[in-house]
């Protein structure tokens, strides 16, 4: 029995060798081919797994209330109202002119900051000019984008404002100021001497027109009150924002807004060219050079982003969402002009989150009829989206993302997750230079942004050694975190 299986294993190896020899070239390759194939699905599905797990922190359990759920307020509410020592507007012949500068949040802190000035001088505030000379060349006047009569209503128990100057004065002689950028209450009290001679202050530049701190609290919470209550936005661009607001939660339920300051003139300003090409460096260095006002000519592009001074590129923010734990399906609403390189260069972020929407995709071309060629207005929906969304996120921390990350504390501390660039620059050189794991990567990041999503804090002082106005310029501005002026604790005043 046992020679006669040993004789059939035997004979069964020595027919399939003679099988073997028998194979034609053409049935080899097709097992050759076959079994490539089958590699090739074995390596596509796991790539997918692998990119799946890149992103995903080792060791940090991050779950959909982390992602989503806003930041604990600690008890702190809104506190805009006067104090009981507070004295209200008197009715005064003595006028104020303004002409805003700057895009739609330059020129809502300048506008709230010179109704205070008009509070602290006891003017009355003619409704301010808007600036029309800006990069975007936007001919909107101040009703085409606020609701003027809520303005001039809800701030009358401060300041007596008014449409237009009386006739009788528009010909006068003016006392055409500019008033120094980040002043104090003290320097407003000598520039009422100008009173003496002139009934009309003509003031020049509307921004940064006040001291961030050491202002009076009164002050303070007259600005909260002009940002806050008094600047609600043309009735027409509130019901499309709002009804942008809908759309969204109707597809996803959360979405985050992303302010993604990839743009032409954002880049030239701050001479950022990491991921452009050689033409499109070029192309804003000559913007950069050809722009009168912007003082900085000459810029290091390499300095500028290991300092973290550049915007993140469309593709960084991928890679950070990604790694802070948002998945792919992750609703993004994009809150931007142009982006520099068009639909290429957001294919970048969209390889990460192909569930990406902007106003242009959510309105209807009639909807956004009325706003072509008024980028102003255009930006007021998208602070409205930015506001109210689940999370925020800003890729630079320019006028806009200030704005709303001060709105969204003012409104009880909602979610705003502030990219910590100059640390993300060098986490990202490291991963490109294989340093770093993919998964390492991605928990420092979370590590890195634990205490940067929009808790209640301080706000920030001037630089170390910051000396005269570079002092002010380096303070947090107070627009960014009314803490704790206009925002207290339920026993404050």
């Given at each position: ?12 190896v020595?027919?399939s ?34 990119e ?59 506008i ?51 449409k ?30 100008l ?21 009076p609290?009164d ?10 209550r008094a ?13 942008l ?41 000559i ?18 982003r ?6 993140l ?34 294919s ?7 569930n990406?929407?902007?106003k ?15 980028a102003?207005?255009?930006a ?5 989206v ?18 709303i ?52 804090r301080?706000?920030?002082g ?5 000396k ?22 339920p026993?404050?005043?």
């Amino acid at each position: 029995m046992v020679n006669h299986r040993g004789s059939s294993l035997m004979k069964n190896v020595s027919t399939s060798k003679s099988i073997s020899r028998k194979q034609s070239p053409r049935a080899i390759a097709l097992y050759i081919f076959f079994f490539f194939a089958l590699s090739i699905i074995f390596f596509v599905f796991n790539a997918g797994n692998i990119e799946e797990e890149q992103f995903s922190p080792i060791s940090v359990q991050i779950t959909d209330e982390e992602l989503w759920a806003p930041p604990s307020s600690r008890g702190l509410r809104p506190c805009a109202h006067p104090t009981r020592k507070y004295i209200g507007s008197h009715r005064s012949d003595r006028y104020l002119t303004v002409n805003c500068n700057g895009g739609l949040n330059q020129m809502r802190t300048g506008i709230s900051d010179m109704v205070a000035v008009a509070h602290i001088m006891n003017a009355t505030l003619v409704i301010p000019k808007l600036d029309k000379q800006s990069f975007w060349q936007d001919s909107s006047a101040f009703s085409d984008i606020f609701d003027e009569h809520h303005f001039i209503t809800t701030l009358q128990p401060d300041v007596r404002i008014v449409k237009e100057l009386p006739k009788e004065l528009e010909h006068v002689p003016r006392a055409r100021k500019h008033f120094t950028s980040w002043s104090s209450m003290g320097y407003y009290k000598e520039m009422i001497r100008l009173w003496d001679e002139y009934q009309v202050i003509h003031v020049v530049k509307s921004d940064s027109r006040l001291a961030n701190n050491d202002l009076p609290l009164d002050i303070q919470r007259l600005r909260c009150r002009a940002m806050y209550r008094a600047l609600h936005f043309n009735p027409l661009i509130e019901r499309l924002g709002k009804e942008l607001v809908d759309r969204l939660r109707t597809r996803s339920g959360k979405y985050i807004a992303l302010h993604l300051r990839y743009e032409k003139d954002m880049l030239a300003f701050t001479g950022c060219t990491s991921g452009l090409t050689d033409a499109e460096s070029e192309e804003l260095r000559i913007m950069r050079e050809n722009t009168k006002h912007w003082k900085v000519k000459d810029i290091n592009p390499t300095e500028q982003r290991k300092g973290g001074f550049c915007p993140l590129t469309p593709k960084e923010v991928g890679i950070f969402l990604r790694a802070i734990g948002y998945p792919p399906s992750t609703l993004i609403y994009v809150a931007s002009g142009e982006i520099y390189g068009g639909e290429a260069r957001l294919s970048e972020i969209k390889s990460y989150f192909p569930n990406l929407v902007f106003k242009e995709t959510l309105a209807t071309k009639e909807e956004l009829n009325a706003f072509v060629n008024h980028a102003t207005q255009s930006a007021a929906l998208d602070y409205i989206v930015s506001l109210e969304s689940d999370v925020f996120v800003p890729s630079y921390s320019g006028n806009m993302a200030q704005a709303i990350e001060g709105h969204r504390r003012f409104l009880g501390h909602r979610k705003t997750i502030s990219p910590d660039r100059k640390g993300l620059v060098k986490l990202f050189d490291e991963l490109e230079e294989g340093k770093i794991r993919i998964s390492s990567f991605s928990e420092l990041v979370w590590q890195m942004h634990r205490n940067r999503k929009g808790a209640p804090r301080k706000r920030k002082g001037p630089s170390p050694g910051a000396k005269g106005k570079e002092r002010f310029r380096t303070e947090e501005s107070f627009y960014e975190n009314p803490y704790h002026e206009c925002i207290c604790s339920p026993k404050g005043v």
